[in-house]
């Protein structure tokens, strides 16, 4: 297939750009595709940006994972407006490019992610089941969906992509806490109590591929492993695979201190279950985070 991802420079763009090669063509867009060359002769990666495509004709399948990462300013009314517009003007505008194009891309793949649901205590939730709580993290996905399920009109298949923490060594969360807790500072976080939701990122891909090739998937995909975490248990098991001790707590009122409202992200979770994804027959490799974290940090 011929496939457009956006934000393919970044984390799980650069992994799923890594596994599809040779698989499919690859189009990526980026607002600096020159940043993105190669050094050498060997064969570069195919970067446009977006202002440059007139419509999506040559594509049969779009995957849209861009946008203003959440954890890295602090968040200030314009930059919340950043991290929401970022997402929505790139949907939206692929949406319209899609609405010119004959024919028309037949999949696409939508980043969104857990926080759609709001924070919640232990209660578990799927695509079907569970109250929604309303607050910025649900704002931002909700808008970001719907921008992105407008593309069904034109006769694409929709799957909206409710990721949980993705963990993989290359980037994301567990490469920001790995220097910490290789250094045996790895601590609990407030009550600890709070439950993490994830996927291992070799399960992610293997979900992508999964949504990409079967036609009968649309709509709403967590896309989380069957077996959630609280918080200190997350640690306690990162710090064990490293052999590191696991004895410091950081008190919710220090970490608020200094991330301001981010600070939310760390403190509080939602237990996400991909119900659709195993109701459509995907087994994950990595179902529970001691088979997981072997594997990431071999
Ligand atoms: N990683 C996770 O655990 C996780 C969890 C839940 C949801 N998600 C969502 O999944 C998507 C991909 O995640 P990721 O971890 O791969 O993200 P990432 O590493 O931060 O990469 C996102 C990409 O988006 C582009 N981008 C950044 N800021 C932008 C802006 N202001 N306007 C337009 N484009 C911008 C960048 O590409 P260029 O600089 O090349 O333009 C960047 O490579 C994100 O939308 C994220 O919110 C990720």
Known sequence: MHLLITGA???????????????????????????????GKGRQPHFVKLSQLQDLTPFDGI???AGEPILGRRWSQAQKQRIGQSRWQITARLVDLLSRSQPKPRVWLNASAVGYYGWHGGEALDETRGTIAPGFTHDICAR?????????????????????????????????????????LGATLGAGQQIYSWIALPDLLRALDFLLKHDECQGAYNLTSPQPISQADFSRQLA????????LHLPAGLLSLLLGERASLLLKGQRVLPSRLQAAGFAFDYPSLDQALPALLR
């Open 144 to 184: 970001w969906e719907e921008l992105a399920q407008e593309a069904s009109q034109w006769g694409a298949r929709v799957c909206l992509l409710r990721l949980g923490m993705v963990l993989g060594r290359q980037g994301g969360a567990l490469a920001g806490m790995l220097p910490a807790y290789r250094l045996g």
């Open 63 to 65: 995957v849209n994972l």
């Open 240 to 247: 064990q695979a490293l052999g590191r001790p696991h004895w």
């Open 9 to 39: 420079s970044g984390f799980i763009g650069q992994a799923l750009c890594q596994h599809w090669q040779g698989q499919h063509q690859l189009t990526l867009v980026s607002r600096e595709p020159a940043a993105h060359r190669r050094p």
